[in-house]
C-alpha cells in the first residue's frame, strides 16, 4: 500500500486555481508527516494530488516556495483557532489555557514543527527567500500574543516578547527529546512567570 496520500479520480476533477493551489498544500502536509522534509519530493506531491510534476511547479517553482506555502497554509489556523471566539481572555489562567491548546495542536505535527524550526533558521539571511516571511511572521506572532494579554496584563508586549522566546526555545527542545512534555513545561513556566496556580 502506497504511503503517498492521493485524492479520488483526480485526472477527472476540474478546480479553480486557488482550490488546486490549496489542495497541493494540503497534500504536501500529509506526505511531510510520512515523509519527512528531506525525503519529500515534487514528483511525490504530484502523485498525491494527482497532477503532473510541471503542474506543482506552476504552483510552486521551487521547494521553498512549496515549504512556505505550507507554513502559510498552517497560519490559517492559528492562535486564534485555539482562543476564545466569544470574549477576550480574561486573565493569566485562561491564556496558560490557550496557550497550551496551541502547543498541544502543534506537538500533533513534529514534521511541521521541523520544517519551521529549518526554514526559520535559513530564512535568518536577508537573501532568503523566506527572510520577509518570518519577519513578518513574527511580528503578527508578538501582536497576536499581546492581543490576549491586553486586557490583563501590565505590559502585554514584554509578556508577549516572553511566551514567543519560550515556545521557541521549547519546540526545538522537543525536537531534541520527543520525551519532553512540552504543554507541562510551559504550564511550568506560566506558574514561574504569571502565578498560575494548577
Known sequence: MSDVPSVTNPRRRRLTPEARK?????????????KGYWGLTFADVAKGAGITF?????????????????LSRRDEVDIRSVAPQDH?????AEFT????????????????????????????HADHPAHEYFRERQVRSLRELSD???SWYDDPDELAL?????LDGLQIFWLRDR????????????????????
Open 179 to 198: 520525551d519532553v512534555d512540552m504543554v507541562a513545561r510551559w504550564r511550568a513556566w506560566a506558574r514561574n512567570y504569571l502565578d498560575v496556580k494548577d
Open 22 to 34: 490549496a489542495e497541493i498544500l494540503d497534500v504536501t502536509l500529509a506526505l511531510l508527516t510520512v
Open 148 to 150: 490576549l494579554a491586553r
Open 88 to 92: 477576550p481572555v480574561n486573565d493569566a
Open 54 to 70: 510541471q503542474a506543482v511547479l506552476h504552483y510552486f517553482p521551487t521547494k521553498d516556495d512549496l515549504m512556505l506555502g505550507v
Open 97 to 124: 489555557d490557550v496557550i497550551a491548546r496551541l502547543i498541544a495542536r502543534n506537538a500533533e505535527r513534529p514534521e511541521l514543527i521541523r520544517l519551521y524550526a529549518v526554514l526559520s533558521a535559513e530564512s535568518l
Open 162 to 166: 516572553q511566551v514567543n522566546c519560550e
